[in-house]
Each structure stands twice: as C-alpha cells, then as structure tokens.
C-alpha cells in the first residue's frame, strides 16, 4: 500500500477511536491478513483481523443460505463489550471494538461513512494488472 493510502486510513481510524464507546478499530483484508489498526496495546490486531474475516465468513454463508441477501454486518455481543465487523468493499473488513455502553445509532453512522471511505481508500489503491 502507498503511503498516502495508509495515512488517509490510519485517519478514517483515527476518527472512529474519537467516538465515545469505541475501544480500537481494525481494517483486515476479507482472507484475515491485516491492513491497518488502532487497538489498545493488550489487544492483538493479527489475531483480531483473522477473528472478524472468520466470522464475517461465517456470517455470509448463512446469509446467503438463508436467502437473506447479501452480508453487511456481523456483531459478537459479550457481557463486556461488542466486536462488529463490517464490510468495507469488496476485499475489506472493517472490525470496531465497542464497550456495551456505547450509543449505537452514533456508531451505526460512524461506521457507515468510515466503510465508505476505505472502501474508496482501498479501489484507489488497486493497481491495474
């Protein structure tokens, strides 16, 4: 990736970890691998990436099995917090770390700008074959 690609990521993120709620951020390719992070130091962004592309994964599967469309969105809801991975394109993932707290029509918008703008981020990026 450019260097201009990465930093206009790192400010899509950066603006996501601003919100109230919102623990870390994650953008990983849909095969798991890594494309940017702004994650608390206990928290692994390799293992998280890999984590939401299996269960955003899992989540088209049975959408699709289903007959329910196309996937948007996966979240894991736990007693301490929320893990939402969201697509970001065709080829991106983008993961939010919530706490329980958080207010989830400020992060539903948040998330779907930020998805827009990665999304658009990542296709200037491609380069032709």
Same mark, same amino acid.
């Given at each position: 990736?450019?260097?201009?690609?990465?930093?206009?990521?790192?400010?899509? *993120?950066?603006?996501?970890?601003?919100?109230?709620?919102?623990?870390?951020?994650?953008?990983?390719?849909?095969?798991?691998?890594?494309?940017?992070?702004?994650?608390?130091?206990? %928290?692994?962004?390799?293992?998280?990436?890999? %984590?939401?592309?299996?269960?955003?994964?899992?989540?088209?599967?049975?959408?699709?099995? %289903?007959?329910?469309?196309?996937?948007?969105?996966?979240?894991?809801?736990?007693?301490?917090?929320?893990? %939402?991975?969201?697509?970001?394109?065709?080829?991106?993932? *983008?993961?939010?770390? *919530?706490?329980?707290?958080?207010?989830?029509?400020?992060?539903?918008?948040?998330?779907?700008?930020?998805?827009?703008?990665?999304?658009?981020?990542?296709?200037?990026?491609?380069?032709?074959?």
């Amino acid at each position: 990736m450019l260097a201009d690609g990465a930093a206009r990521l790192q400010t899509v *993120l950066a603006e996501l970890r601003r919100l109230p709620g919102i623990l870390g951020v994650t953008i990983a390719r849909r095969d798991g691998i890594l494309i940017a992070h702004s994650l608390p130091k206990n %928290m692994d962004p390799k293992k998280i990436a890999a %984590m939401a592309a299996a269960i955003v994964g899992t989540s088209e599967m049975a959408a699709v099995e %289903m007959g329910l469309g196309t996937f948007n969105q996966s979240i894991v809801d736990t007693h301490i917090g929320k893990l %939402m991975a969201t697509g970001a394109g065709e080829e991106a993932i *983008l993961v939010t770390m *919530l706490r329980n707290e958080a207010n989830m029509g400020l992060i539903h918008l948040s998330v779907d700008r930020a998805v827009q703008s990665i999304a658009g981020i990542l296709l200037a990026e491609e380069v032709p074959a």
